[in-house]
């Protein structure tokens, strides 16, 4: 039975919540800011939270097991491990490929892993903090993913894996690239984290390659906070993930549990005596990287609207495409095609013979309270942290070097109205109609 004190302090947090959102929406052109991206939050949220927090459901448990379930039945996947965040789901899915149970798959020190350098620097630290090297390549300025094409002209004898993000909801050529992979008996990572429910030729991304990893933060497409996960449709796989991310642990019980398996006291492992504890034998140098039940609990109930949230994606990219469309000095993004993406934003170019820089433009966006972000760290060669690291280039860099001089995007996320998206229109045409 429901404890009647807890209903009561949820109802006056549904209260809370409700008294605060009718406060100052209405939307001021100018005035109101139109963020990039951000967290969409109504009352369900703010109680679920509250009630693990009044029941003191302080770490990973019974929540976090129903959100894996129902996420990876959402994306399509038999098994799915929160972390902590998108950037741990990535280190988690590479490092659990390099174990030694996966034989001569296994990665190892020097082998390569073909990214592209026009990215989110989370997909690539992992590569080198692994000991791998990461191998970049060009994208196209249409799409922002890199094709089929570069990957092949990239494979050597060391390449063991291509990561590859789908760059902001636009998914790259997956089911070409996996068919690429599979030739080559090599790996597939897709980071997913800016595409949930988006598809290519009707399939989910996220279920093509060995393991797809999402990010929870509060700019995605849904938030635990902080927050990701670890997808996989293999068993093997999945296995080794959990034991990774929950200190190398060789048991897979749950913290709490005991003898689920009725053998914890019947193993024989390494060198230790027969009957050691099952719950601490550690079969792979592991982490921790789990997730806490009251980020879980919001994630169920971010995961209930997520349908409303994609189609408010979608609706206001298209809305941004139509009204922008022929607006001279603007390269407008295309969605890759056999693809339905579900947008993270709306990114713009500007073209070589446009008249005014990306900074005049930001400014003049800036200063009429719209958002813009950079299409994250452009040419990631280019930066201090890649100096001293080892890494190589296959072909040219062309475009990310364009990106990374002409490129930025506005938001699209779910609380940006048609007004909002409207008065961004406007705001670019007058722009671009101004004499430079």
């Not at 789901?89 to 082998?111: F, I, K, Q, T, Y």
């Not at 972000?373 to 690291?389: K, V």
Request: charged share 20%; hydrophobic share 40%.
């Amino acid at each position: 039975m429901a404890d009647p004190d807890v209903q009561s302090i949820l109802e006056q947090t549904r209260k809370l919540h409700r008294d605060r959102a009718s406060a100052g929406s209405e939307f001021v052109p100018g005035v109101t800011p139109i963020l990039p991206s951000g967290a969409v939050l109504d009352e369900d949220d703010r109680a679920a939270l509250v009630e693990q927090a009044l029941e003191m459901r302080i770490a990973s448990g019974a929540q976090a097991l129903l959100f894996e379930r129902k996420f990876a039945r959402t994306i399509g996947v038999r098994k799915a491990h929160l972390t902590n965040s998108g950037s741990s789901a990535n280190l988690l899915a590479l490092s659990s490929l390099a174990v030694p149970e996966l034989e001569d798959r296994r990665l190892r020190p020097g082998d390569e892993v073909i990214t592209v350098a026009a990215g989110f620097p989370t997909t690539v630290n992992p590569i080198i903090q692994c000991g791998l090297v990461p191998v970049f390549v060009d994208v196209d300025l249409a799409t922002y993913n890199t094709t089929v094409e570069r990957i092949e002209a990239a494979l050597t004898p060391r390449t063991k894996v291509i990561m590859l993000a789908h760059t902001l909801g636009n998914p790259f050529p997956v089911a070409e690239v996996a068919e690429l992979a599979a030739q080559h008996d090599l790996f597939l990572i897709e980071d997913n984290c800016d595409a949930v429910l988006s598809t290519y030729q009707g399939r989910n991304t996220g279920t093509f390659g060995d393991y797809a990893t999402v990010s929870f933060y509060p700019a995605h497409h849904l938030t635990t906070g902080e927050g990701g996960c670890v997808l996989t449709n293999t068993l093997e796989l999945a296995r080794i993930t959990e034991s990774m991310r929950d200190w190398g642990r060789d048991c897979w019980c749950e913290p709490g549990e005991d003898n689920k398996c009725l053998k914890r006291f019947n193993y024989q492992m390494g060198d230790l005596p027969h009957g050691y504890d099952h719950k601490y034998i550690f079969s792979h140098v592991g982490y921790n990287l789990k997730a806490t039940d009251i980020q879980a609990a919001l994630g169920l109930t971010q995961l209930s609207k997520l349908p409303d949230f994609v189609a408010a994606r979608k609706r206001n990219w298209q809305r941004l495409r139509d009204g922008l469309d022929g607006v001279p000095g603007l390269l407008l993004p295309e969605a890759t095609p056999g693809s339905d993406p579900s947008w993270f934003g709306f990114v713009i170019t500007l073209t070589d013979d446009a008249p005014f820089s990306r900074p005049e433009l930001v400014d003049f966006l800036t200063a009429r309270r719209i958002g813009t972000r950079l299409l994250f760290a452009g040419n990631l060669t280019r930066h201090p942290a890649y100096r001293h690291e080892t890494y190589r280039v296959s072909g040219e860099l062309t475009n990310s070097d364009i990106i990374t001089d002409r490129t930025f995007w506005i938001g699209v996320y779910p609380g940006i109205t048609g007004e909002m998206v409207d008065y961004m229109v406007a705001s670019l045409r007058e722009f671009v109609a101004k004499p430079h």
